[in-house]
């Protein structure tokens, strides 16, 4: 199940660098006591830049949608079609979403409205992605 | 050549009230060239540029203008969409061959400088670079018009298509995912208006009612309106009317959305021609007015659009059309929103509430009467799904529409005021069309 494997930058660093550490930390606006992802270089609701901090947060989140992907474009996903792909919620702040493959649940049977819990997958020696598995 | 960046045209904020050059600006003349499903990168009379000449001539000889009079050029830069193909619409190199097609230019690429070259423009003094898509494209070129920054302005939208290689390259068969592509690559995700509408699609079937497959008469309906459409890909070649039938058994792409669910790449290109009011009266067709022009550049919160963010947007950029064009839902006759991807004409249909609908409606009005000869001819142009990725089919449309001369798809119902984009719910354009000034 090889993924493409994100390339961080500068303002991604911490982002990934957490997420290598099993971590999941997003920015937090202090002013506006608003979670962002992905990061940006300022707050998106007050254009601050200053308020900007990393946040550990619980990755605990719901489905709010899913499709499968059947015939998508990127050559090196291309061998695990068909894949869910989900779009979820984080808990702490449902208006941040994140995109997940559901690993442990099949193609086609993503349960939308389940909740999922934040796990960790390598997709290159030393460099992990965050996914979201289905909690009972 | 002049840089467009300098130059405020766009009408893309809240409250701007009546655009100022309303009525005063007119379309004068359409070309199209053929569509071809794919240029077979030998035949030299039908290159991107070569088909892009022919479509400029057409739109010419249809007004009536001689080269000398064209002071202005917008043409797309790009064979797909501005930057959106990113590295993976970038087709060059390649074998090339005698001038003017010993470069990229001409053979997939097409600019104002090439074209001013090619077709002997001795007067262009507008002539931006860096357009965007068609959407921008028709709102630049009225603004220009009505500024007094040129005259008589060409808008020329190629779309191109080479065998193997339409998104298939660059990025997208890269290992690696980078820039923006890192929040959303590694889970699948190679970008597009596909994925902006599908999982907000799903929210709405859930929040309104309905299944993905209750899109089947939209679909089915383009289908036949772009059989009405002599120059489309679809009647100029003979593809057999879709049926539920089919629709219903067709294949995933992202399951829930079909292959039918999303437009043909081609290979084509269309041209229109921009003028004063005052001189599109003297020339050969009627003049159809432009009444407003605005567009729109919705910044999402996070990874993933959702159906709240998008109703707000296409509500929004509903508001601001009507404003500028001093209209209301029911002074609309004519209405081609943007198709590409079928679960986002929804969305659109259900915030400009035309003919009535409105949120949750859609699937609904789907279900009734949408033929041309009918009392709701929705999309009357067959767009992108019934025509091909030309994304030029909504303006060629409406401007028919308007004139009385779109043949075989002539609604029956009033047409004086027309409405067309080619536009996601997040960025893009959308102009009103009268079939008078005021």
């Known amino acids: 199940m090889p993924k493409l494997i994100p390339v961080a930058d500068t303002l991604s660093k911490p982002f990934w660098d957490a997420v290598n550490e099993r971590r999941l930390v997003l920015q937090h606006c202090a002013p506006c006591d608003r979670l962002q992802y992905p990061p940006q270089q300022a707050c998106q609701v007050c254009n601050s830049t200053a308020g900007l901090t990393w946040k550990e947060v619980p990755g605990k989140g719901h489905i709010a949608a899913s499709i499968v992907i059947e015939d998508g474009r990127l050559n090196r996903r291309m061998p695990d079609q068909p894949y869910n792909l989900a779009m979820v919620t984080l808990d702490a702040d449902p208006r941040v979403n994140f995109y997940s493959n559901l690993p442990g649940t099949p193609p086609y049977k993503a349960p939308v409205g389940a909740a999922v819990a934040v796990t960790f997958e390598e997709v290159a020696p030393g460099q992990l992605i965050h996914e979201w598995r289905v909690v009972a | ?438």
């Open chain 2, 1 to 438: 050549m002049t840089a467009s960046a300098g130059y405020q045209w766009r009408r893309d904020k809240d409250g701007l009230g009546v655009w100022e050059h309303r009525g005063k600006v007119a379309v004068a003349g359409v070309g199209h060239s053929p569509v071809d499903r794919r240029w077979d990168e030998v035949s030299m009379d039908q290159t991107l540029g070569a088909y892009s000449i022919l479509a400029c001539r057409n739109a010419m000889d249809e007004a009536g203008v001689t080269p000398d009079q064209i002071d202005g050029i917008i043409c797309c830069d790009s064979h797909i969409a501005g930057g959106s193909g990113g590295s993976a619409s970038q087709w060059a190199p390649r074998p090339y061959f005698a001038p003017p097609y010993d470069s990229e230019w001409g053979l997939t690429l097409i600019n104002a400088k090439w074209l001013i070259e090619q077709m002997r423009l001795p007067n262009v003094k507008f002539a931006p670079t860096g357009v965007p898509t068609i959407s921008e494209m028709v709102g630049m070129a009225a603004q220009a018009v009505g500024d007094g920054i040129c005259h008589t302005c060409l808008v020329i939208y190629p779309t191109g298509n080479l065998e193997g290689r339409y998104r298939r390259g660059g990025e997208n068969a890269d290992d690696y995912a980078r820039g923006p592509r890192q929040w959303t690559a590694p889970w699948g995700n190679h970008g597009g208006n596909d994925f902006i509408n599908i999982f907000p699609h799903g929210q709405y079937c859930l929040r309104y009612g309905g299944k993905h497959d209750d899109l089947a008469p939209f679909v089915v309906n383009q289908h036949r309106n772009g059989l009405l459409t002599p120059w489309g890909y679809n009647a100029s070649h003979q593809v057999p009317q879709l049926t539920t039938e089919d629709y219903v058994k067709s294949r995933y792409v992202l399951n829930p959305l079909r292959l039918w669910d999303c437009d043909r790449p081609v290979n084509a290109s269309a041209a229109f021609l921009f003028t004063t009011a005052e001189r599109a009266r003297n020339m050969r067709q009627p003049p159809v007015y432009v009444l407003n022009h605005s567009q729109h550049n919705f910044r999402k919160r996070t990874t993933q659009e959702d159906l709240d963010e998008i109703e707000d947007w296409t509500d929004r950029a509903a508001r601001r059309m009507y404003e500028g064009a001093g209209l209301q839902p029911k002074d609309v006759d004519i209405f081609n929103p943007y198709d590409g991807y079928a679960p986002m004409a929804q969305f659109f249909l259900e915030a400009f509430q035309w003919h009535g609908v409105k949120r949750g409606d859609a699937f609904q009005f789907y279900a009734g009467d949408i033929r041309v000869e009918g009392p709701h001819p929705f999309s009357s142009s067959g767009g992108n799904l019934g025509n091909g990725r030309t994304r030029t089919a909504m303006y060629t449309d409406s401007i028919e529409q308007l004139r009385g001369t779109a043949g075989a798809r002539q609604v029956k119902v009033r047409a004086e005021t027309a409405l067309a984009a080619f536009t996601t719910p997040s960025s893009g354009g959308w102009i009103m069309f009268g079939k008078s000034p005021s």
